[in-house]
């Protein structure tokens, strides 16, 4: 049976979460399709396969992306307010200008991500892996650290970033990216 994963998600929150409620065994994979611009909140991605897919501008909060694969996947300028990224796999995803306030991403992969411009306040990135992540004028107020590796990530003009918020981020890595203001108080 051909399932029309484009018609189902257009139909909204209710409609796509039905139909993933009523087809528990069933993986959607719907990599490499578009959904711009979309207004998407409360939409349940769990454990599927978004990788390279355009969700650029697209309203999600409260959606849930846990256990998701989101390699490459464009979310540019996306609202993903109170959203869950639980032990997603995001490697290289583009969340350029993107809204993640109080998110949740728990050990989460955003190796290579791009988070510039991106607002995390009040965002939990426990146990998340930002190696080489590119964070260049993210808003970071009150974003959460504990156990997160930031190997090499780049802390360019970042704002409402504290020397507390880093006391408990992976303590091996290489925070050469921060500025040397941040890097001179973690002494």
Known sequence: MSVDYQALIDGGAKTWNDWRSGNPDVVPDISDLSFDYLDLPGMDFSGMNLDYVTLSAAILVEAKLDRASLD??????????????IDADAKCVNLFGASL?????????????????ADLT?????GSDLSVAYLRGADLQEAIFKETKLDR??????????????RSAASSD?????NEEILAQLG
């Open 174 to 178: 290489d925070l050469s990216g921060l």
């Open 101 to 117: 306030v109080e998110a949740r991403l728990l050990r989460t992969n955003l190796i290579s991500c791009s988070l510039r411009d």
């Open 72 to 85: 490459h996947t464009d979310l540019s300028d996306a609202v993903l307010d109170r959203a869950t990224f």
């Open 122 to 126: 009040k965002a939990d990135l426990t």
């Open 153 to 166: 990530a780049i802390f360019i003009d970042v704002e409402n970033l504290q020397v507390d918020q880093l």
